[in-house]
């Protein structure tokens, strides 16, 4: 399989729009050519691997590109994190050198900004990548706070596209809106998929209602995918458009905001996917009668599903779009499966229903978050005795986190105090939505912290 799709595009659709970005532009034969250039003097950075610090910009549209056409393994950087976490983060892949398309400083590491990169020196291009090359690395969430690295070959990438292709019906006369971010496989597969088949993309900076409104009647776009507090947001201003499928996924999604959107008319996929899978796996469309049902849809053609009814209902998952593995972990398999460690169920018609994202993850707007993470940044503060984080529903976010501490005997703590000591440490959206003392913090007869006894403790305390 040949890897370098947007060479095969410049070739095919050079004069073509590939991405719409703010007042440019460019074409397939544009962009290949600027990414080329760029990937010339990416080769004498002699680094296989490096770390990219990319914002929503046509400068990392040409960035990811360039490292596609060097065969650079582009491990991507969560803009949202501090610079702790990025750290422990690239220090976990051996990452030295940073490029970046926006403000990124550090001394720990060779930072390049896209004016440095330009300034290098050109070297030839040796690339002999094949479909099972790794091309990114994303971290995902664990619930042991340790964020696993996942290798996303080649072969992932155009396996996931041509499986959502297929179920959400876009071709290369389709126009994609991208409002996810780029660091993130939503808004990276849709970077993919839009080059895989010669879709136009059009590239926003950031999330605004209104001006993606604005944007969709303006270039006429037909497919984007947001996560549920964008589709929220979106559904309070009154607009015409030309879309023709709106992929929803990040969890969170109620049945009360789907409703609403499929009452006004708008073409809503729902769908579940991760980052293994380089994105959906599954997803269900506006007139399949049992969208506002639960479930989270059928598999798509190439993916495969099974439930473990001896590990209580866990989801495996198989096909060419999962991860062959974690650049700092064991991926768990069985049978060729992916264990996802998701519970749910497959009803008799193939519908998938999740019953519990991986038991103690948190997702709030698209973002993963570990609870021990945050445990373990509270109890570095001194007067805490214990601390818990346990999720609760919410309708913007989908989910965020709640914090009960117990303080030690004597101590002086109290909510604003621990605020102020985790804005230090942890990425804004990771905060806790609401912190509450307690006067235990249960824990299980191994001397495990028990969410499950500490969050039924909390909603009954709420309900009085």
Request: proline share 2%; aromatic share 4%; hydrophobic share 35%.
């Given at each position: 399989m040949k890897t370098n799709w947007l060479q095969i595009q410049a070739e095919t659709l050079p004069k073509k729009q590939a991405v719409i970005f703010e007042e440019n532009s460019v074409t397939f034969s544009e962009l290949h050519d600027q990414s080329l250039a760029l990937a010339q003097k990416l080769t004498s950075l002699e680094r296989g691997r490096v770390g990219l610090y990319a914002d929503n910009h046509l400068n990392s549209v040409i960035l990811i590109h360039a490292c596609i056409q060097?065969?650079?393994?582009?491990?991507?950087i969560n803009l949202r994190l501090t610079g702790d976490e990025?750290?422990?983060?690239?220090?976990?892949?051996g990452v030295d050198t940073v490029l970046t398309t926006a403000d990124f400083i550090s001394d720990k590491y060779r930072v390049y900004t896209f004016e440095d990169m330009e300034q290098l020196e050109?070297?030839?291009i040796i690339n002999d990548t094949i479909g099972e090359d790794t091309l990114s690395i994303m971290f995902t969430s664990g619930t042991t706070g340790r964020a696993k690295a996942v290798r996303q070959s080649y072969n992932n990438h155009y396996e996931s596209a041509l499986g959502c292709e297929k179920r959400f019906s876009y071709n290369e006369n389709s126009i994609w809106m991208n409002v996810n971010p780029v660091y993130h496989i939503s808004g990276f597969s849709i970077l993919m998929r839009s080059v895989i088949r010669g879709c136009t993309m059009v590239l926003n900076?950031?999330?605004?209602?209104e001006a993606v409104w604005n944007k969709i009647n303006q270039y006429e776009v037909t497919h984007t995918s947001m996560v549920p507090v964008m589709l929220e947001r979106m559904m309070k201003y009154d607009m015409d458009h030309k879309l023709e499928g709106i992929l929803l996924g990040g969890a969170g999604v109620t049945m009360d905001i789907l409703e609403r959107a499929l009452d006004w008319g708008l073409p809503v996929y729902n769908s579940f996917g991760m980052t293994?899978?380089?994105s959906q796996i599954v997803s269900i469309g506006p007139r399949d009668p049992k969208i506002l049902g639960g479930t989270v849809g059928r598999p798509l053609d190439n993916i495969s599903l099974k439930i473990d009814h001896h590990q209580d209902g866990e989801l495996l998952v198989k096909g060419p779009a999962v991860t062959e593995g974690y650049v700092n972990a064991e991926l768990e398999k069985e049978d060729g499966f992916f264990r996802t460690g998701d519970i749910g169920y497959i009803d008799d018609d193939g519908y998938l229903y999740i019953l519990d994202?991986?038991?103690?993850l948190i997702i709030s707007g698209g973002e993963n978050i570990y609870p021990k993470e945050i445990e373990d940044a509270v109890k570095s503060l001194?007067?805490?005795?214990?601390?818990?984080?346990?999720?609760?529903k919410d309708k913007n976010w989908g989910e965020v986190p709640v914090l009960l501490f117990e303080p030690e005997e004597g101590a002086n703590v109290d909510s604003g105090k621990i605020k102020s000591h985790l804005e230090n440490r942890l990425a804004r959206y990771k905060l806790p939505k609401e912190t509450h003392e307690t006067e235990k913090v249960f824990m299980t007869s191994t001397g495990k912290v028990s969410r499950a006894k500490n969050k039924e403790v909390y909603e009954a305390e709420k309900e009085r």
């Open positions: 060097a065969g650079i393994e582009c491990v991507m990025i750290d422990r983060q690239l220090n976990d892949v050109s070297w030839e900076r950031k999330f605004d209602p293994e899978t380089c994202r991986r038991n103690d001194d007067g805490i005795s214990q601390a818990v984080v346990i999720k609760k």
